[in-house]
């Protein structure tokens, strides 16, 4: 039991997913119809929930702050689940549990309420500092995650039938290769600024895994002023 999960990125016309070419003005309109297919007008599905790795949260939402442990903490094992069904949830990937959250919700277009995945290796204490701040967290896996055993509880647990998967590229890549990605959306931007830093929108880790993995085009748009959204069905083999 899975959502149907659909990774959508924004890129340079060279495929980065962050860098300078994010602030050109040419980048404005394919910026906004980023958001639009996300969770407006544009919107193919009806998106319960945004997955994203632990730099990218730390980047748009946490800002690196570190979380406030206590030094013997009380905290039950397994998972911590709030009762409550919301409309949207943010999905933190963050294994060993060190994201600083400050909030139990962010906004990003839209109100989401956040779910943290943890593995077993997480400590109690920052488990018991999610629960201080009203953070549901699901564990999933021992040392690594189990992105299978992930995907069930925010289907059951959440009732998330469609997970909108945002990057950053280490994660987009490990559920493409691992065949838990259905469609892959690129909106691209006509903008580049060449940086030798920045990231792609997928990224292997690791000397293994060297298969490659095949597209089928569902839909091609073109707009105004030159931003193309291109949406992609990914072969299973």
Known sequence: MKPY???????SVDGKINGNFLKDEHTQEASQLFKDVTLGRRAPYKIKGWLAGR???????????KPDLKRHPICPDGDFIINEDRDYYYISV????????????VNYGQEAYVVEVLT?????????????????YIICGEHALDYEIMLDKLKR???????????????????????LCDELSVVIAPSADGSPISQ????????????????????????E???????????HS
Request: proline residues 3%; positive net charge; hydrophobic residues 40%.
């Open 5 to 11: 999960v659909f990774c959508h990125m924004l890129t």
């Open 120 to 136: 077993a290796a997480a400590s109690k204490a920052y488990k018991e500092y999610l629960r201080r701040h009203h953070i549901p």
């Open 157 to 179: 647990i959440f009732n998330i039938d469609v997970l909108l998967l945002g990057g950053g590229a280490v994660l987009n890549w490990s559920f493409i290769q691992s065949g």
């Open 55 to 65: 730099a990218t949260t730390d980047e748009r939402f946490t800002h690196y702050h």
């Open 225 to 235: 002023k030159s931003t193309v959204w291109l949406r992609y069905k990914i072969n």
């Open 94 to 105: 963050d294994p060993t549990g060190v994201l600083g959250w400050q909030h139990h919700k």
């Open 200 to 223: 792609s929108a997928f990224m292997k880790v690791g000397p293994k895994n060297n298969g490659t993995v095949s597209f089928e085009l569902i839909e091609a748009s073109t707009y």
